[in-house]
C-alpha cells in the first residue's frame, strides 16, 4: 500500500496525486515511445509535442496573447532576481522595488548589482505584515519597470491586487501563487515563478514576457542569460528540464479538469478561510499577517508559547501532517496550501487544531 503524509511544505510542495499517477504510469515507456521522458532526445518528435503542449495549456489557462513570449528558464526565481534587470532595466538604468518579504529583499539585492533599483515603498518596518497602501508607494516615472512579489511565502502576505504603476511595465516574483487565481497577464511586463510551490517539480522557472521588452536587453549580455534568446528558440536553445516541464503539462491539464483558475481561486479562498477563521475564533493562536493582506497560499501561525509550538509540530507529525514549522527566519507555524492540497487536507488540519486547544489552551 502506498502511503502518503499530508505535506504542508513551502516548497518544494505537494503535487496533485492524479499528475504523479499519470507520471508514473507513462514513466517506463512513455505512450510507447520504449523510453522515459527522461531519457528523450529534446529535438524528438515526442519530447517537443510535451513541450508545445505545455507551453500551449499555460497560454490557454492563463489566458497570455501572442504579444507574450512563454518560456521555461533554470536557475529558479533566485536567477530571476538578476536577469530582470540585467535585461529590462534598460534605458532609464533604474527600477522600483517594493519590499513585502525576504524574497522581495533578495531581488532589489541583486538588482542594485545592475543599476539604479531603489525601494519604492516597503512594509520592514512593521515586521512584514502588510502588503504597502497605495499611498505608501513612492514610484518613479521614470522607472524601467516596478518589481513585485505577488505572495510573500515566507511570512504569508498577498497582493489583492497589482499596485497601479501607470505606464511603467509591472515584474512580478509569483512563485508561490502562480496559477492560484486568474491573472490579467496585459497588466504586467514579466512574470516568473520557480515551479516548485505551485506550478510542478523543481529545475524549471516559467517566465512570462511581453515581446517588445526582448529587444531592451545589451547585445553584450551572454547568450543564456538573454531572455531574447529563449523566445527565439521557443526555451529549445539548450536542452531544457524536460521533466520538469513534462510536469508541469500534467499539472495544467489538471488544472482545466478542475474548471480553470476561476475555480481553483475559488477553492483556494475556502481553504484558507477555514483556516483563518479558526485562528480569529479565539486566542490560542495568533496569525502574523495583517488580515487585509493575508495570504491564501501560506498561513503563518503563533501558539501561546514556543513550547507549545514545538509540541504541536510533534502532534502534527503523528498525525500524517508534515512540514508546518515556519521559515527558519520567522518562526511559528506555516500551513502552505498550495492548488494541490485538498480541502479535505484542510479539514484535517483545521480538526487537529481544535483538538490541540481544547487539549492545551
Ligand atoms: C521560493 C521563492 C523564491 C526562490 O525560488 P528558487 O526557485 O529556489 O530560486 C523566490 N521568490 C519567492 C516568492 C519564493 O517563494
Same mark, same amino acid.
Given at each position: ?86 535585461? /529590462?532595466?534598460? $534605458?532609464?538604468?533604474? %527600477?522600483? =522595488?517594493? *519590499?513585502?518579504?525576504?524574497?522581495? &529583499? @533578495?531581488? +532589489?539585492?541583486? #538588482? ?66 502562480? /496559477?492560484?487565481? $486568474?491573472?490579467?497577464? %496585459?497588466? =504586467?511586463? *514579466?512574470?516568473?515563478?520557480?515551479? &516548485? @510551490?505551485? +506550478?510542478?517539480? #523543481? ?159
Amino acid at each position: 500500500m502506498t502511503h502518503r503524509i499530508i505535506n504542508f511544505s513551502a516548497g518544494p510542495a505537494v503535487l496533485p496525486l492524479e499528475v504523479l499517477e499519470e507520471a508514473q504510469r507513462d514513466l517506463v515507456d512513455y505512450k510507447g515511445a520504449g523510453l522515459s521522458v527522461m531519457e528523450m532526445s529534446h529535438r524528438s518528435p515526442h519530447y517537443d509535442a510535451i513541450h508545445q503542449g505545455a507551453i500551449a495549456s499555460l497560454r490557454s489557462l492563463v489566458g497570455i496573447g501572442e504579444d507574450y513570449a512563454v518560456l521555461f528558464l533554470q536557475g529558479g526565481a533566485s536567477l530571476q532576481f538578476s536577469m530582470v534587470p540585467m535585461n /529590462l532595466m534598460h $534605458p532609464a538604468r533604474k %527600477a522600483d =522595488y517594493v *519590499l513585502t518579504g525576504p524574497w522581495s &529583499q @533578495k531581488a +532589489l539585492k541583486e #538588482a542594485v548589482k545592475e543599476g539604479g533599483a531603489r525601494a519604492a515603498g516597503s512594509s520592514e518596518g512593521t515586521g512584514f505584515d502588510r502588503i504597502p497602501a497605495a499611498s505608501d508607494l513612492d514610484l518613479d516615472g521614470e522607472a524601467d519597470y516596478v518589481h513585485f512579489t505577488s505572495n510573500n511565502t515566507i511570512v504569508g502576505t498577498q497582493w489583492r491586487s497589482e499596485p497601479e504603476a501607470g505606464d511603467v511595465p509591472l515584474v512580478a516574483d509569483m512563485s508561490s501563487d502562480i /496559477l492560484s487565481r $486568474p491573472i490579467d497577464v %496585459a497588466r =504586467y511586463g *514579466l512574470i516568473y515563478a520557480g515551479a &516548485q @510551490k505551485n +506550478l510542478g517539480p #523543481a529545475g524549471v522557472t516559467l517566465v512570462i514576457v511581453r515581446k517588445d521588452l526582448l529587444e531592451r536587453a545589451p547585445e553584450s549580455l551572454p547568450t543564456m542569460l538573454a531572455y531574447r534568446t529563449h523566445a527565439a528558440k521557443s526555451s529549445l536553445y539548450n536542452t531544457p528540464p524536460c521533466w520538469s516541464i513534462y510536469v508541469v503539462g500534467l499539472a495544467c491539464q489538471w488544472l482545466e479538469r478542475q474548471g480553470g483558475l476561476e475555480a481553483m481561486a475559488r477553492r483556494n479562498a475556502e481553504k484558507a478561510a477555514r483556516l483563518y477563521d479558526l485562528i480569529d475564533a479565539g486566542d490560542f493562536y495568533r496569525g502574523t499577517a495583517q488580515v487585509a493582506s493575508r495570504s491564501l497560499m501560506n498561513v503563518p501561525f503563533r501558539l501561546p508559547s514556543e513550547e507549545l509550538e514545538s509540541r504541536f509540530l510533534e502532534t502534527a507529525k503523528e498525525a500524517d501532517m508534515t512540514n508546518l514549522k515556519g521559515h527558519r527566519s520567522v518562526g511559528g507555524i506555516r500551513a502552505s496550501i498550495y492548488n494541490a492540497m485538498p480541502l479535505e487536507s484542510v479539514d484535517r488540519l483545521v480538526e487537529l487544531m481544535r483538538e490541540f486547544e481544547r487539549t492545551h489552551g
